[in-house]
């Protein structure tokens, strides 16, 4: 049976930066060239289009930014609790720069920080199954501590682009990827699985009617035998 993957802290950090970079790097790079080409007095027929791009680059970087402080980091907030205010403000940034749209059912609660991160982690995937466009609804429901995480999407039948499981994210998501090994490109759902075990719950995903699913459930309680129950009292064995 295969182990779940142990990475170092070091190399977690590591291969969460790499992905940081990753996201931001083309938004960024297009600022720079939309600034050179308003430097440039020879391409001034370029000016109003340079405007545009910077400007829809720096709303991109803008969104991935505010993700990766809340789902990666949250080392900004007070306490230990995140409100679901602010993972619902950061979302809707985020779904800006997306091509699906968002139902947000997710009540006003205090979320524990590493669950509040699992839920931002797990929406990023779902808005993954939907990568043309679509609907993805995130729903929190449950009492307190024992909350559960629903996302479900489906795909804008118009663009007549399937609904998938992104690729690669079952594996990730339990610890033991199909190749054995996680690199920056895979971080992000290893990631989330490595939430959902530190929060103590398990996670589903698949396809159902062509329906994309994604769930985290609290795992049951072990049941503990009373400290003053009576022993159990030996059954012989049959001759």
């Keep these: 049976m295969t182990d779940i993957i142990e990475l170092k802290a070091t190399d977690l950090a590591a291969m969460l930066c790499s992905r940081v970079c990753h996201d931001l790097i083309n938004p960024i790079g297009a600022i720079g060239n939309g600034l050179e080409v308003l430097a440039d007095p020879a ?92 609907l993805v609804t995130a729903k929190i429901s449950g009492p307190a501590g024992e909350e559960k995480f629903e996302f479900t999407s489906k795909s804008d039948p118009e663009k007549r682009q399937k609904t998938l499981v992104p690729s690669g994210s079952a594996g990730l998501l339990s610890g033991m990827p199909e190749e054995g090994s996680v690199d920056a490109r895979g971080i992000q759902p290893f990631y989330t699985g490595l939430l959902a075990r530190m929060t ?6 698949g396809l159902e009617n062509d329906m994309f699913f994604f769930n985290a459930t609290p795992k049951p309680a072990l049941a503990s035998e009373p400290a003053d129950a009576e022993p159990a009292e030996a059954v012989p064995a049959s001759e």
């Design 200 to 205: 103590d719950m398990e996670v589903s995903i």
């Design 43 to 134: 391409q001034s027929e370029m000016a109003e289009g340079a405007r545009d791009l910077i400007a829809s680059a720096a709303k991109q970087s803008r969104a991935k930014l505010e993700f990766a402080r809340l789902a990666y980091g949250a080392s900004s907030t007070s306490g230990t609790d995140i409100d679901t205010r602010e993972c619902e403000r950061v979302a809707r940034i985020l779904f800006e720069i997306e091509k699906a749209d968002l139902d947000w059912q997710v009540p006003l609660i205090l979320l524990p920080k590493h669950k509040a991160k699992l839920f931002m982690n797990m929406l990023l995937i779902a808005a993954g199954s939907v990568p043309r466009g679509g």
